[in-house]
């Protein structure tokens, strides 16, 4: 990633970059491992309030006028996806921030 030339993934040289500052950390997403992830999606997101869907900051605060909704603003509920349920997150979380938003 030293943006010489093209990497094994096709990429131009300008768009790879040295990872030259830590620390890095892992985590085991293998099949069954703990934290199995499922790959065409992501679970879980930012700290909201749960009132309000506004994002929490570092402190536990929140961010003034910066809201999630969707997979950003829910945890985990579940090892396994359950068919619809990223709708019904959707159609939760983004009614609850829009309507703290609005005011």
């Given at each position: 990633?030293?943006?010489?030339?093209?990497?094994?993934?096709?990429?131009?040289?300008?768009?790879v970059?040295?990872?030259?500052?830590?620390?890095?950390?892992?985590?085991?997403?293998?099949?069954?491992?703990?934290?199995?992830?499922?790959?065409?999606m992501?679970?879980?997101?930012?700290?909201?309030?749960?009132?309000t869907?506004?994002?929490?900051?570092?402190?536990?605060?929140?961010?003034?006028?910066?809201?999630?909704?969707?997979?950003?603003?829910?945890?985990?509920?579940?090892?396994?996806?359950?068919?619809?349920?990223?709708?019904?997150?959707?159609?939760?979380?983004?009614?609850?921030?829009?309507?703290?938003?609005?005011?």
């Open positions: 990633a030293q943006g010489i030339r093209r990497d094994r993934f096709d990429k131009a040289p300008d768009s970059h040295p990872l030259s500052a830590g620390p890095y950390y892992a985590i085991d997403c293998s099949l069954g491992s703990k934290r199995h992830l499922c790959a065409v992501t679970l879980g997101g930012l700290a909201v309030d749960e009132r869907g506004q994002v929490l900051g570092e402190n536990g605060g929140v961010v003034p006028g910066l809201y999630a909704a969707g997979r950003n603003a829910v945890g985990i509920c579940s090892r396994q996806y359950v068919s619809g349920l990223s709708i019904a997150d959707c159609v939760y979380s983004g009614r609850r921030a829009g309507r703290s938003a609005s005011g």
